[in-house]
């Protein structure tokens, strides 16, 4: 691929200086020849060898999909630009009957290392947009990505097939007679339930916010599982009926009546790896914060703030009245 | 005060004194030829010429004539010597860029003799900084005799197409092989790297040309390492003369123009790369 990149890079340069593209197969010197003619006489010709290889034969059908979607690529694309592009490696669309909701997909096990987004199209957005049942699929952002940009660039619309997680998801396009394509993506398979997850916290509880956020059920589920965990957690479940956390991001605002919808998403969807790091807090587990003592600073903070007590060069022995005792050291095991 | 008025009066004393209100033109063409840190300079009463060899297979000579300077003294023949063009260059932009609108420092310099240091003196809106570069025994240059042997292609073209041809080397090619020929394909530079060759071809015909001059046939290879040095020059320059001899040695001239609008001339010889690898 690199090489044909090469010779087609800078597309700009291109489309002024190059009248015509030739290509042509040379099977006998297994080369394929690329030529440009372009202004004042110019002729550039490439030999490139190829090499035969078995072709990956993707297994999918189609028209056995349950569900699926048509959309202008412009408007996916858009979504798509608010996730950071050089970190975030793969993305979840959930889809509902009423809305798709794009989400970062993170492998981390401390959600506040990195930048969640969520992102929300009602189906109005789209030009077909027909789910049987609610799914969550999560798909690798580059290679959708470069779908879209390409679609989107030229203007075309953008089908979805799919059915479920684990099966692939089929992006197809086409602009007849010029060109057509199928992007056939694996997507991930729905890993078991981490941890003891009370099903009750997920759905049922009145919910102490007037936002509306995911579920939270992964923020308690942590916290029962590893108690050491960095703090930073800690520290922002005892903030209440926070507005939008800085991580978030929305497309639009979603009307309460959607609450509902988003709630039974959530009791149906499993999480995969906990997702978005969000401050909601049921009513029951506000309580349950209030009688928690606050635990000490997270490492990094406290390394920070007492920055020369972690020098090697730190000698305590040479501060002033680094011999008056305010506090004797308590007892051991307490 | 008494101080710098016998500086002054050191500074009037030297084999050479030049001094120019731009001291971007200089830099300019210093800067194309900087991807060696020494380089030979010698001064005569036509300009001055700046020499930078690489690894004895190529040489390029800067010449920078008398008008592009508003005072040019020199009172022996001929001086050479040896610096380090890097520092040269790093003196010479001590002021920096500069804006688009802000006055460009001036210029002078000063030579005394065998021996001393090249003294800088820049001024820029009342602020003046003055270096010294050392100078050292300078080296014996290659003379590629380049009209020694009559046979000679020529073709002198504008500089827009080579420009993209260079630029767009195939980087994984180790060699590059140029052919000029009296009949089709005329000029063609090929590349032949890990994916395999390319070639642009200009044809004789094309408007960018502005000479063509061809008795043979000359194909010759050479080593990508050595051209690249030629690329700096060449999208500075407005228009290239791409000359080959029978022995295949490879001759690029480059016309370029200043910012006050002079015109100066960088040549970029190279060996060519021998078939059956023999010194």
Redesign the interface.
């Given at each position: 691929m690199?090489?044909v990149l090469?010779?087609f890079k800078g597309i700009h340069n291109l489309e002024r200086?190059v009248q015509r593209c030739k290509l042509t197969l040379k099977w006998e010197d297994a080369?394929l020849v690329i030529q440009l003619t372009c202004h004042?006489?110019?002729?550039?010709?490439?030999?490139?060898?190829f090499i035969e290889c078995d072709a990956l034969q993707a297994v999918y059908d189609k028209e056995s999909c349950p569900n699926h979607m048509v959309s202008d690529s412009r408007v996916l694309l858009g979504a798509l630009s608010s996730f950071h592009q050089q970190t975030l490696e793969e993305i979840s669309f959930c889809f509902t009957p009423r809305n798709l909701i794009l989400k970062s997909h993170v492998e981390e096990p401390d959600p506040s290392k990195v930048v969640h987004t969520v992102v929300t199209l009602t189906r109005g957005e789209f030009e077909d947009y027909n789910i049987m049942s609610n799914c969550e699929l999560t798909v690798c952002l580059k290679e959708i990505r470069a779908l879209l940009a390409f679609t989107g660039s030229t203007g075309i619309s953008t089908k979805a097939y799919f059915s479920g997680p684990g099966s692939p998801i089929i992006f197809t396009y086409d602009s007849k007679p010029l060109y057509e394509g199928t992007l056939v993506l694996a997507t991930l398979v729905q890993k078991a339930e981490v941890g003891t997850q009370p099903a009750s916290k997920s759905s049922h509880e009145p919910r102490a916010s007037t936002s509306i956020r995911k579920a939270s059920s992964e923020v308690s589920v942590r916290k029962n599982n590893l108690p050491n965990s960095a703090s930073d957690d800690g520290d922002v479940t005892e903030v209440q009926d926070v507005t939008f956390p800085l991580e978030n991001s929305r497309v639009e605002e979603i009307p309460h009546q959607q609450k509902d919808a988003v709630r039974d998403d959530t009791s149906h969807s499993e999480p995969v790896v906990p997702l978005s790091r969000n401050n909601h807090k049921t009513a029951q587990e506000e309580e349950e914060d209030s009688d928690t003592v606050p635990s000490s600073p997270p490492a990094k903070r406290s390394k920070f703030f007492f920055r020369r007590c972690f020098e090697a060069t730190f000698n305590p022995d040479t501060l002033p009245g680094h011999n008056i005792i305010l506090a004797e050291d308590s007892d051991e095991g307490d | 005060m008494s101080i710098y008025r016998q500086e002054e009066r050191e500074i009037n004393d030297g084999q050479f004194r030049a001094k120019t209100d731009n001291v971007k033109n200089i830099l300019q063409i210093l800067k194309t030829m900087n991807f060696r840190d020494q380089a030979n300079v010698v001064l005569s009463p036509s300009g001055i010429k700046v020499t930078v060899e690489n690894v004895k297979c190529a040489q390029a000579n800067a010449f920078i004539e008398t008008d592009l300077f508003q005072e040019y003294e020199i009172e022996e023949e001929m001086v050479i010597f040896k610096l380090n063009l890097t520092s040269w260059i790093e003196c010479l932009n001590i002021f920096g860029g500069g804006s688009a609108g802000a006055a460009s420092p001036s210029l002078k310099m000063v030579y005394r003799g065998h021996g001393y240091p090249l003294v800088l003196e820049l001024e820029e809106d009342g602020v003046v900084t003055d270096c010294e570069i050392k100078t050292e025994e300078p080296e014996d240059t290659l003379d590629f005799d380049f009209f020694s042997t009559g046979v000679m292609n020529k073709i002198i073209m504008r500089s827009e197409?080579l420009k993209?041809?260079f630029t767009?080397l195939?980087v994984t090619s180790e060699m590059m092989e140029i052919l000029m020929s009296p009949d089709a394909?005329y000029f063609r530079v090929s590349t032949f790297?890990?994916?395999?060759?390319?070639?642009?071809?200009?044809?004789m015909?094309?408007?960018?040309v502005e000479h063509f001059e061809c008795k043979q046939t000359l194909k010759q290879r050479y080593r990508m390492s050595l051209i690249k040095p030629s690329i700096k020059p060449l999208t500075a320059a407005l228009k290239v003369s791409v000359r080959m001899d029978a022995r295949g040695f490879l001759c690029l001239q480059f016309m370029i123009r200043t910012e006050s609008h002079h015109i100066c001339f960088i040549e970029y010889f190279c060996c060519p790369e021998e078939e059956d690898g023999d010194d």
């Open positions: 690199k090489a090469n010779i200086t080369k004042y006489g110019i002729v550039k010709t490439h030999n490139l060898s | 197409c993209e041809v767009d195939d394909p790297g890990n994916y395999g060759t390319s070639q642009t071809e200009i044809s015909e094309s408007e960018l």
